[in-house]
C-alpha cells in the first residue's frame, strides 16, 4: 500500500513538474517582451537583453499609440474580429446544419466545395482576391477586407460544423418537424444551442487568426482609417533600422486585448476546446 502511495506522490511531483515547466515556457516570453518595452533602443541594444531596464521609460508606449495611430487601428481590430467571428459562426453552421441534416443531390458537391477552401493557402489566392475587390469597387474599404475574411473563415466553421452536427439524433430533427417547425426554427432553437462546445471553438480560432492578420489588409487597404493592429506594429520595424522599444510596446497594446478575450472567456474556453476535441 506504502509503494502505491509513493507511486502515486511521485507520479503526480512529475506531472507537476512537467507543467510548471511548460507555464514557465509559455508566460516568459510574455514578460521578457514587457520588460523590454521600457527600455530605450539605445539601451536595448546596449545592454544584455536579459536585464531590467536601467532606468524604466513608458514613453514608448504613448509615443507608439500617437505615432501608430493606434486608436483608430484598434477599433479596426475589434471591428473586424467581431463581426467575422459572428459570421463564421452564424452562417458557418447554418450551411453546416444543411450539409449535415437535409439530403439534396447537390450536398456533396457544395460541401466539397466549401471544404476546398480549407487547402488554400493565403498567399496562392492574394492577387486573384485583391483584382476581384477591385474590381467591385471594394478597394480601401472595410467592406472589401470584411468580406474575405469572413470567406476565409468559412471552410474551417463548416467543416468543424458539419461533423458536429452529423452526431445529433435524426429523432429531435424528426419530431420537430412533426409538430410544424421549420428548419430555420430547427436551427435556431435546437440545432445551434447544441452546438455551443464547437462554436467556441470555431470562434477562438477565427478570433486569433482575424486578430493577427497582416498581409491580406495590407493589401486590400491602403489608409490608416482601413488598417488593423498589425499593421501599425510593422510601422516601427524597418529594413535598415528597428525602433525596438517602441515596437515592443507596439506589440504589448496589441496583445493586451487578446489577453482579456482570454481571462474573460478562459471557462468557455477551455470547455468548448475540449468538448469539442472530444465530439469529434
Known sequence: MAD???GNILAKSIIYLVMAVFTILALYPLLWLFIQSFKTTQEYLT????????????GNYSYAWQ??????????????TVLTVVAVVVFGFMASFAFAKIRSKATPV???????????????????LFLMVNAVGLYN?????????I???LPMGVYLGTEFIRGIPEALIESARMEGAKYLRIFSSIIFPMTAPVAMTVGILTFTGTWNEFMLINILSSSDLIK????????????????YGRQFSAL???????????LAFRKQITKGVAAGAVKG
Open 141 to 149: 474599404t472595410r467592406l472589401g477586407v470584411l468580406i474575405p475574411y
Open 47 to 58: 545592454s544584455s537583453k536579459l536585464a531590467l531596464p536601467k532606468v524604466w521609460f513608458p
Open 151 to 153: 470567406g476565409l473563415g
Open 4 to 6: 502505491v502511495r509513493e
Open 228 to 243: 488593423s493592429i498589425p499593421v501599425g506594429v510593422n510601422r516601427f520595424s524597418g529594413a535598415l533600422a528597428s525602433d
Open 67 to 80: 505615432i501608430g495611430n493606434f486608436g483608430i487601428l484598434l477599433l479596426n481590430s475589434i471591428f473586424y
Open 252 to 262: 504589448v497594446i496589441g496583445m493586451i486585448p487578446m489577453l482579456l478575450f482570454y
Open 110 to 128: 457544395l460541401h466539397g466545395t466549401f471544404i476546398i477552401g480549407i487547402l488554400l493557402t493565403l498567399q496562392s489566392i492574394m492577387v486573384p
